[in-house]
């Protein structure tokens, strides 16, 4: 699979939210990134603490992931995929991308 079949646009996501559709938002960055800005409803499991804690997240569910600038979470949607999670994608540009295009009152580091 290539990257681009991996990776989900900032405006592709907001669509599928403003839709409603059903998604679970993987955030993979770090505690303290987290407190300066964070995407409504997503769950938070750090990169590091993603093989132990595999069993809260639902394999049939569609995820999106994502980090600051979409580095970790396109390791995570790798790894994901790898352990059978079929309906993964990455936030190209990440959090940061959604400030620029979606959201630009959210805070930028």
Not at 4 to 19: G, Y
Not at 49 to 61: F, H, K, S, T, V
Not at 79 to 93: A, D, H, M, P
């Amino acid at each position: 699979m290539t990257q681009s079949e991996l990776d989900i646009t900032v405006e592709e996501l907001k669509a599928k939210l403003d839709r409603k559709e059903n998604i679970v938002i993987l955030d993979v960055r770090n505690p303290p990134e987290r407190e300066i800005c964070r995407l409504e409803g997503s769950i938070l499991i750090p990169l590091p603490e993603l093989p132990q804690r595999l069993g809260e997240l639902d394999p049939n569910a569609e995820i999106v992931v994502h980090c600051r600038s979409g580095g970790r979470s396109l390791k995570a949607t790798q790894y994901l995929r790898e352990q059978g999670f079929s309906n993964v994608r990455n936030l190209k540009g990440g959090i940061l991308a959604w400030a620029t295009q979606i959201d630009p009152t959210m805070p930028k580091y």
